[in-house]
């Protein structure tokens, strides 16, 4: 009974490859987001999503582009990965903009 | 430029006693903050919030408070129990209110021995 689920919850791959991570929430909340932690642990938004439409787009390389097929579901898809984008990547949803967030478990992205 | 800090990047509390975190930030337009608590290989869970409008909100043993003119919040834990070991995150909106957009601060690992 998972609220936020992220998969998958480690991804290793090499430079220049393309990756997905999938993320679902089963709380019927209208919002989803995408959070990054680096390697200092700063969280720091990426993307939001209310009811399939974007949000938030903070400044993001091109090569990072999301995908809401329904408001239930927020994937993230990468191109052309680079070292750097080896992070902690959250999925997290709210029933509105501005309720709390909650957080599914976190893909560790390792850039080799 | 970080704008949410948490100066301590780690605190060391005996069970039963208070854990206080602290957490400044540097943006007056923020209106609403929150803590968040991070066990490992977990995400973030909602922990605790305060709208500007106020300078304490409790639950349980958890407090926050505010202090807008010193740009500070800080959050207690009294007492403070082993299972509270977790690193705790302070937010704000950056903004107007009820966005999603939430600034972080690096965090606070926070131990609570027996």
């Known amino acids: 009974d998972t609220a936020v689920s992220q998969t998958p919850k480690y991804l290793v791959t090499q430079m220049g490859n393309d990756k997905s991570i999938k993320c679902e929430q089963n709380l019927g909340h209208d919002t989803m987001y995408w959070y990054k932690q680096d390697s200092k642990k700063f969280l720091k938004i990426m993307f939001s999503y209310n009811n399939k439409e974007l949000i938030i787009n903070e400044t993001v390389p091109n090569r990072f582009s999301p995908k809401s097929p329904d408001k239930a579901h927020l994937n993230l898809h990468i191109n052309s990965l680079e070292l750097g984008d080896s992070a902690v990547y959250f999925c997290?949803?709210?029933?509105?903009?501005?309720?709390?967030?909650?957080f599914g478990s976190g893909t560790q992205l390792s850039v080799l | 430029d970080q704008q949410v800090k948490q100066n301590s990047p780690s605190l060391s509390v005996q069970e039963g006693r208070i854990s206080i975190l602290n957490c400044d930030y540097t943006?007056?337009?923020?209106?609403?903050f929150l803590w968040y608590k991070k066990y490992p290989a977990e995400g973030p869970t909602f922990l605790i919030s305060i709208s500007s409008i106020k300078d304490k909100n409790e639950d349980g043993r958890f407090t926050v408070f505010l202090n807008k003119s010193a740009k500070h919040l800080s959050l207690h834990i009294v007492p403070s129990q082993p299972g509270d070991s977790a690193v705790y995150f302070c937010a704000s909106n950056y903004g107007s209110s009820n966005t999603g957009k939430l600034i972080f601060g690096q965090g606070t690992t926070l131990q609570v021995k027996p």
């Open positions: 943006n007056s337009m923020f209106d609403y």
């Open positions: 997290a949803s709210s029933r509105r903009d501005g309720e709390k967030l909650f």
